[in-house]
Every structure is written in structure tokens, then in C-alpha cells.
């Protein structure tokens, strides 16, 4: 079957940096997104990989390993508006879109 | 900045009624999709569309169906409500990319429908 894991909640403090990781099994790959979901509200996106090697995007950068099918996301100078759900999903070779159950992150002061 | 408008934000129906979701984009995007959000649960499929009166099922269409009569609108029925269909119902849409190929865009969601069946 295919699968997404990440972990289920995280806390980390403000001003500190995170790291958020996804690992996934699943029929092939064609690319993985991260999506931010604060609480009610819509996931946003965040970025996308395709090839090995960290993204980069402001406080935010995204790395993957194809061959280790592994995902993360780090977040540095942690902000208060930080605090949500962190998504990770993976097109296969299908093209279909698998969704991990996300990570929630609780930032603390 | 693309707006993806869900009709309601709370929705309380009762069981065996039959439940309509609205969904609207303003980019002209050409692919929309509905899925479910459960706690401890990834987002899930239900259908998803690429085209006027074009739908695909998705990993959960049991229950469900879909309209999309005009490109801006993305409607999910649901034929007659159960009480395992409460759950936030998520609207997104995305363009297609080169070579037709959409699973390659980001999507674009809306707020959400919270759908309790009582």
C-alpha cells in the first residue's frame, strides 16, 4: 500500500529552528509538496521537489532524497504565526496525490 | 492571488437528506477537486474534475457525486447524508501544467465546509 508517515505533533520554541520530516512508500515518484494548514483555515502551499537537494524559500526550505524516500521541512527564526499543521503529499506514478496526515507544529514562547 | 470560495463554512443536515456543496474559483483554473478531511487522516479524494462536465472518481467517491457545469463551479452532492459523512469537506482547484500534466501545480484550497449529519 502506499503510505505517508510524519510525525503526529511537534513543539518548538520561538526564534529556534525546526525540522519537520515526511517519509513515504509508494508506487513511484513524481514529486512532493509541503502545505501549511492553520487551524480552520485553508492549507496554503509551501513548496514543491522534484529532484534531490534543498529548496530554499525564505525562512523555509524544503530537502528530499528520492532514494531514501525522505522528505523535510525546516523552518528557521520560528514565529509565533507558525503555529499549524504542516502537510506532506507525494504524486505517484500515477499522478495521483497521497496525503500524509500532517504534523502539527506548537510554537511556545 | 487566487480565491477558492466555499459556499458554507458550517453546514448541519440530517440523515438522508440530500446535501449540496458549492465551490467557486475566480483564476479560471481548469482542474477542481473535492476532498474530506478527518483527524489522524490524510486529505482523501473524492472526485475531482479536469474539464466542463468532465469528473473522475478519487479514492472515496462512494455516497458522492459531482456537477461541474461551468469552469468556475465545482459542486459535491451528497445523495443521501449519513452520519460517517460528517467531516470537513475541502474545495481546491490548479491549473495544468506543460504537456497537460496537473500533478505538478500547487493547489488552491478553500476554507473548508464543516459538515455535521445528525
Known amino acids: 500500500g502506499q503510505n505517508i508517515d510524519q510525525p503526529t505533533e511537534m513543539t518548538a520554541t520561538e526564534g529556534a529552528i525546526v525540522q519537520i520530516n515526511c517519509t513515504y512508500q509508494?508506487?513511484?515518484?513524481?514529486?512532493l509538496f509541503w502545505y501549511q494548514q492553520h487551524a480552520g483555515e485553508a492549507p496554503t502551499f509551501l513548496s514543491y521537489?522534484?529532484l534531490d537537494g534543498l529548496e530554499e524559500k525564505g525562512r523555509f526550505s524544503s530537502f528530499l532524497s528520492r532514494s531514501k524516500g525522505y522528505s523535510y521541512l525546516l523552518l528557521k527564526e520560528l514565529q509565533m504565526k507558525d503555529s499549524a499543521s504542516y502537510l506532506c503529499a507525494v504524486t505517484d506514478s500515477n499522478y495521483q496525490l497521497i496525503w500524509g496526515a500532517g504534523t502539527k507544529l506548537i510554537i511556545k514562547p | 492571488d487566487v480565491k477558492v470560495t466555499q459556499s458554507s463554512r458550517y453546514l448541519v443536515k440530517r440523515t438522508g437528506e440530500k446535501v449540496f456543496l458549492e465551490c467557486v474559483q475566480d483564476?479560471?483554473?481548469?482542474?477542481m477537486f473535492w476532498y474530506r478531511q478527518d483527524p489522524g487522516l490524510g486529505l482523501r479524494l473524492i472526485y475531482f474534475s479536469y474539464d466542463v462536465k468532465m469528473k473522475e472518481k478519487g479514492d472515496i467517491p462512494e455516497g458522492y457525486s459531482v456537477s461541474r457545469e461551468k469552469k468556475e463551479r465545482f459542486s459535491l452532492i451528497l445523495e443521501s447524508a449519513s452520519t460517517n459523512q460528517t467531516s470537513m469537506y475541502l474545495c481546491?482547484?490548479?491549473?495544468?501544467?506543460?504537456?497537460?500534466?496537473?500533478?505538478?501545480?500547487?493547489?488552491?484550497f478553500g476554507d473548508g465546509t464543516r459538515l455535521s449529519i445528525l
Open positions: 481546491a482547484s490548479s491549473v495544468t501544467g506543460t504537456g497537460g500534466d496537473y500533478s505538478n501545480q500547487p493547489q488552491h
Open positions: 483564476m479560471d483554473h481548469e482542474n
Open positions: 509508494t508506487s513511484g515518484f513524481n514529486g
Open positions: 521537489n522534484v
